[in-house]
């Protein structure tokens, strides 16, 4: 008897079917938000690399127990655990910002879930936020996508809110789309990557929707981006920098966050 189409999976998965696995992956998750009456985020970007700071002194630790001449990378291996102790800082700041925020949210009046925690569902600043949130005991979203490295989905993510996507433009779709406000951290190509889109949608109205985004961490992202530079030689206007605000603790954050979300969506 002849399979229907959409239960033949060789055609699924061919190259014919592309369009049908795009659709799913806006289809679907649009369906399990309304159903869990997700009403809009909170997103944090950030670092997959970070590790929380027990973990950082730990490792720390034990390569300074080690015998510098008989480790012949001992410097190299030294220097990189002290520099992971000292991004350690931003782990437990997202941790600490994301509770704050859930904490709040979960304390407004709402007949759906309003402000909730969401990141790309890995390790690092993402697991950071995810962890915040269920210390607070609210509800915390994984957008997790399917790359060789890095990326599995962390522990602090609610079951029936872990997402796994193929394509990264649905996964930046969903991560932007529900969002009233981002929190970018330190991070890598692909945090600069989430960043500069946001930005860019920002500047050119294709994001309409009032939206703030937090910028954390002044001292690194000053020696990553040279934001003033663009200006200067006119790649920029000044005003394009009136779409995103520096933070460097928790409270400040909260605080530029809780008044941009009461003021323009409460």
Not at 71 to 99: C, G, H, N, T
Not at 169 to 188: D, H
Request: net charge positive.
């Amino acid at each position: 008897m002849p399979v229907k189409a959409y239960k033949n999976l060789e055609f699924i998965n061919s190259p014919d079917a592309r369009i049908i696995r795009i659709i799913s992956e806006f289809l679907e998750p649009q369906s399990r938000f309304n159903r869990l009456k997700i009403k809009d985020t909170i997103v944090f970007f950030g670092s997959a690399r970070f590790v929380d700071r027990k973990t950082a002194l730990k490792m720390y630790n034990e390569i300074k127990k080690l015998d510098p001449k008989k480790v012949k990378d001992f410097p190299e291996r030294l220097r990189k655990s002290q520099i992971a102790l000292e991004m350690s800082k931003y782990y437990e700041d997202a941790v600490q910002l994301s509770k704050m925020l859930t904490e709040w949210s979960l304390s407004l009046p709402s007949d759906g879930r309003r402000f909730v925690v969401c990141t790309g569902g890995g390790p690092g600043i993402m697991e950071a936020a995810n962890k915040g949130a269920k210390l607070a005991k609210g509800k915390s979203i994984g957008l997790n996508i399917s790359i060789p490295t890095e990326q599995y989905v962390n522990k602090y993510v609610d079951e029936e809110l872990s997402f796994e996507f193929h394509y990264f433009f649905m996964r930046k779709f969903w991560l932007v789309y529900l969002a009233k406000a981002l929190v970018i951290f330190p991070g890598g190509f692909g945090t600069m990557d989430e960043l500069m889109e946001v930005l860019t949608l920002s500047q050119t109205g294709k994001i309409s929707k009032k939206m703030a985004v937090i910028i954390y961490g002044t001292d690194y992202w000053n020696k990553v981006i040279n934001f003033d530079a663009m200006v200067e030689h006119g790649c920029i206007d000044k005003k394009d920098t009136k779409i995103f605000t520096y933070c460097d603790t928790p409270e400040q954050a909260f605080n530029e966050l809780k008044n941009f979300l009461t003021k323009n969506y409460l």
